[in-house]
């Protein structure tokens, strides 16, 4: 192959990668956080989330994690109850020489937060919380980290506390009582709603061990 003929090829693959980017780019514009087109989608809500917090699952549905950390997103939220499932990190450089293979950052992590709040349609929402100015300070803090929600105006909507994995897990197990005057078609879908947030709680070795029992 030519010179002219690699370059031109080479031109042609940064092409096409830039306009892969910038649909990308649009997408995370927004991440919507239902499925379908429900009544609300119009005056969704949005909550705004920093590069430290990363959104787990919002309303028992997980959400998309992304090859790249620490990306500010916003997300779609419909009016009316929600509950939002996040973890906060930090990152510190390690000081001094590392060894080869070892990472060269110290990483502090929240345990789960869940924060349940009423949006409202077309308010925004953010996350406020303290920031730490140094590791230590950071490990201080996450051993009873917690997150407000505010609006627009910056009233505290809501605050954070640990979320209860095996709790969620149990709570969605719990069967629709008989003689509760629930149509059939309801409980069809509360059972289905329970399915997609355990798959979502899900670990990987149990999600692998009901894949094997459905398909034997």
Not at 61 to 66: A, G, I, K, V
Not at 92 to 108: L, N, R
Request: aromatic fraction near 8%.
């Amino acid at each position: 192959m030519s010179m002219c003929h690699v370059r031109g090829f080479f031109k042609l693959v940064v092409l096409m990668l830039s306009v892969t980017l910038v649909g990308c780019a649009s997408s995370l514009a927004r991440i919507d956080t239902w499925q379908g087109d429900p009544a609300g989608a119009a005056d969704a809500a949005v909550l705004k989330s920093p590069g430290e917090i990363t959104v787990v699952q919002v309303n028992g549905r997980e959400m998309t994690n992304f090859l790249m950390d620490d990306l500010a997103l916003d997300y779609g939220l419909l009016p009316g109850q929600n509950e939002v499932v996040f973890t906060y990190k930090t990152i510190w450089a390690k000081a001094g020489v590392v060894d080869s293979g070892e990472s060269k950052v110290h990483t502090v992590e929240s345990k789960p937060q869940r924060v349940s709040f009423e949006a409202v349609a077309g308010e925004e929402y953010r996350f406020s919380f303290t920031k730490p100015s140094s590791r230590k300070e950071a490990e201080t803090l996450m051993e009873n980290f917690s997150a407000d929600l505010v609006n627009r105006s910056g009233e505290v909507v809501a605050s954070s506390g640990e979320w209860d994995a095996q709790a969620a897990r149990k709570a969605a197990r719990t069967p629709v009582p008989a003689g509760t005057g629930v149509s059939g078609d309801a409980q069809s879908g509360s059972t289905l709603d329970r399915m997609k947030s355990l798959w979502g709680d899900a670990t990987e070795e149990e999600k692998r061990e009901f894949l094997r029992w459905a398909f034997e």
